[in-house]
């Protein structure tokens, strides 16, 4: 022990202080591993209220631990998960008051496509447990658009393939929004488009866009990964504008396809599926106009077919009318000998009617004439009655007598009126038959009639002859009956 604490004698191994051999070794790794790009699984995830994000990569064999700091977080491409294996691009450095090393993380990607398959297929499986994959969501397409929305890049060959194939099939007014199609940044930018264009019209006085069109060309599957970002395809699917996808070759799937309400194979089958043909439209145009012609034609000559075959089953017109003309001169000859007949009959029963109504003037008369005299009796007797006892009776108050004088008046002409109503006419209204002998005279007794009479009965409206028959005949002819 005394033998090493005092040995003191000089060695060439030099001595450095901790600060000086982790700066050494700090040099040495950022020295030699300035940018690194490590494969390996998510794990240790931790994102802190500050931005930053800490967590591990491994993989069989070891472990090392990354750092994202918070202005590079804000730029990643697609969301870090445990379990997510991934190639993460930056630089080795140290951290010397731990004795430790980590990985300065600023870009990250996935770690082949079978990754990129799984969580495009993982976030697939997501948005269709939403609906918004569901048919029904499905939007209808105008016939022929006014103006066509274009989100795509203003290089390369879609944009020219679209504007070549409409000014070929169609052309419409095209509007262009001009977005990056792969790379950082171009998922916000194709969502930020789709959702722009649905808001013309609402205080921007650019045209609303009939149908969208989302278009770029092929290319791998990491070039593609912007349409199969989740804001894209919420955009594509929350559009109230039709929307077309035209992304990759006919071969390339992605997300948009999804979401979209029709999915092309290639830019230019976008722009066709866009706007008909004007030549196939104009041939069409004219087919229909053949047809109708025909239709029009066919339909006309039917009706003249039609039309032959009624007037062929209609009577002769001239025959028509000299039947209806015979009628009318029969009619009117009859008329003509109906007319005098008509007016001697009326005027017979006037005739036989008069007898009745200067018998019935007659008793009128004689009844008023007695009515009179006894109204003139009874004057001229109230007069000497009154008199000879007007000292007998109380002085009556005004007005009486005119009272009383009214009240006999209405009893009078009451009676006047049972009067009238007793007379003969009145009662040949009602069903009573005045019988007169060929002389006129009235008969009132059926036991005077002899056999053979002839009579006149005389009815309220008019008169008939009768004969007297015999009681057996009577019933002997209602035997008959």
């Known amino acids: ?45 931790k994102k802190y209220p500050s931005g930053h994000i800490y967590f591990s990569l491994k993989d069989e064999g070891g472990k090392i631990t990354a750092i994202i700091w918070r202005y590079m977080a804000s730029r990643l491409k697609m969301p ?11 630089k080795i450095s140290s951290y010397g008051e731990r004795s430790s090393y980590q990985l300065i993380v600023d870009q990250v990607d996935y770690a082949g496509e079978g990754a990129l398959l799984a969580r495009i297929e993982h976030l697939r499986k997501k948005l269709e447990a939403e609906g918004l994959f569901a048919q029904e969501r499905k939007r209808n397409f105008p016939l022929l658009p006014k103006v066509i929305g274009v989100i795509t890049s203003p290089q390369g060959a879609v944009l020219h393939d679209i504007r070549t194939t409409l000014e070929r099939r169609f052309p419409r007014h095209l509007l262009i929004w001009p977005v990056a199609v792969q790379g950082e940044g171009a998922a916000e930018q194709i969502a ?43 955009a594509a699917a929350n559009s109230a504008i039709p929307l077309i996808s035209a992304v990759g070759h006919e071969t390339d799937t992605t997300l948009i396809d999804f ?18 043909s004007r030549i196939d439209m104009q041939a069409r145009l004219t087919q229909l106009s053949t047809r109708l012609d025909k239709s029009w034609l066919h ?55 008069q007898p009745v109504d200067h018998y019935v003037h007659n008793l009128i008369e004689r009844q008023k004439a007695n009515l009179i005299l006894q109204t003139t009796q009874m004057k001229a007797a109230w007069q000497n009655y009154w008199q000879e006892h007007k000292n007998r009776f109380p002085i009556l108050p005004a007005g009486f007598l005119q009272s009383l004088c009214r009240e006999r008046r209405i009893q009078i002409e009451g009676l ?66």
Do not use: W
């Open 192 to 234: 930020s488009a789709i959702e722009g264009f649905n808001q013309f019209g609402k205080g921007i006085a650019l045209p609303r866009p009939d149908i969208l069109i989302v278009a770029r060309g092929g290319g791998s599957l990491e070039d593609l990964m912007a349409f199969n970002d989740e804001a894209v395809v919420r």
């Open 259 to 276: 979401a979209s309400d029709r999915r092309a194979p290639t830019p230019t089958a976008a722009a066709e599926m866009a706007v008909p």
């Open 299 to 353: 339909q006309f000559q039917n009706l003249c077919v039609r039309l032959g075959q009624a007037i062929a089953l209609l009577p002769d017109a001239p025959t028509l009318l000299a039947q209806n003309r015979m009628r009318l001169d029969d009619r009117a000859y009859r008329l003509e000998l109906a007319l005098p007949s008509l007016m001697f009959r009326r005027r017979s029963e006037l005739a036989a009617i």
């Open 416 to 481: 006047g009126a049972r009067l009238e109503s007793l007379s003969p006419q009145a009662v040949l209204e009602r069903g009573y038959v005045f019988v007169k002998d060929k002389q006129g005279n009235p008969v009132t007794q059926a036991k005077n009639l002899r056999t053979g009479s002839d009579l006149t009965l005389t009815f309220y409206d008019g008169e008939r002859d009768v004969r007297v028959l015999k009681p057996e005949d009577t019933k002997q002819k209602t035997l008959n009956l």
């Open 1 to 45: 022990m005394d033998d090493i604490v005092s040995d003191s004698k000089p060695h060439n191994i030099p001595e450095f202080s901790v600060s000086e051999i982790s700066g050494a070794i700090k040099r040495v790794l950022e020295g030699n591993f300035s940018r690194v790009r490590i494969r390996g699984e998510i794990t240790e995830l």
């Open 80 to 90: 870090l998960e445990n379990g997510t294996e991934i190639i993460a691009t930056g």
